[in-house]
């Protein structure tokens, strides 16, 4: 089953504490380039980029037949991925989404959470109605502002598919299972004006949201019963 964003019951941003007040005060959520998650260097796996990052498809290579110049290609070994070229220029913002399909059972948050921030900003309940007002509002006069396909679709849950096993499109808002435990939502559009990183300021987040420690979220079971 496919996530549906209608059941999200909390959106999180885990992050240091030093950019807490720009996100805070000014709603200043910083869109990094699809570019910038493929190819970060890291020693830390949780900080690691993901170099499967902007996959349009990945292919099972016995399921395929790949020809060049009328020439039948023999011998494919291991998965056949694509990626268009302009991916790299999508600006992509991330959170984590606790829902009803993951709360269900009771949710302890993965310990590598701690790798992102010792801060932790919190939108449930009402504030998350407003949060999305505010992100529609802040973007839908900017005309150099456009979804990145046909599809309108500017902000979802990220879907997770096994690398081995998947054999058809992919778009952003799928990433392999490895990646699961991040639960995560993204913002992602594209720009006229592409080049590099794009700081979007959807106004104040003081009456929808609220900080904690990453700490006390990564001590506390989470269920639908309270979060």
């Not at 011998?75 to 709360?103: N, Q, Y």
């Not at 310990?111 to 839908?140: W, Y």
């Not at 598919?161 to 699961?180: A, G, M, N, P, Q």
């Amino acid at each position: 089953m496919k996530p549906s964003i209608e059941n999200i019951r909390c959106l999180i941003k885990f992050l240091p504490e030093k950019y807490v007040k720009s996100v805070m005060d000014e709603g200043l959520l910083y869109m990094n380039t699809l570019k910038y998650f493929r190819t970060y260097e890291d020693s830390d796996e949780a900080l690691r980029g993901d170099e499967h990052e902007g996959l349009s498809a990945s292919f099972l290579p016995e399921e395929i037949q790949m020809t060049v110049n009328g020439t039948k290609i023999e011998g494919i070994i291991g998965k056949v991925d694509s990626r268009p070229l302009h991916v790299d220029e999508i600006k992509l913002f991330c959170m984590t989404a606790l829902t009803d399909d993951i709360l269900k059972d009771g949710l302890v948050l993965d310990p590598r959470f701690s790798k992102f921030g010792d801060k932790a900003i919190v939108i449930e309940g009402q504030g998350l109605v407003s949060f999305f007002k505010m992100l529609r509002n802040s973007v839908k006069d900017d005309q150099s502002v456009f979804a990145i396909d046909s599809t309108f679709k500017t902000n979802g849950l990220v879907e997770y598919v096994d690398r081995i096993l998947h054999h058809k499109e992919l778009t952003v808002f799928h990433k392999f299972k490895e990646y699961s435990w991040q639960h995560e939502f993204r913002i992602a559009f594209e720009r006229s004006e592409n080049d590099g990183s794009f700081p979007l300021y959807i106004g104040s987040l003081h009456n929808i949201a609220y900080v904690k420690d990453t700490k006390e979220m990564l001590e506390t079971k989470y269920g639908l019963k309270g979060l």
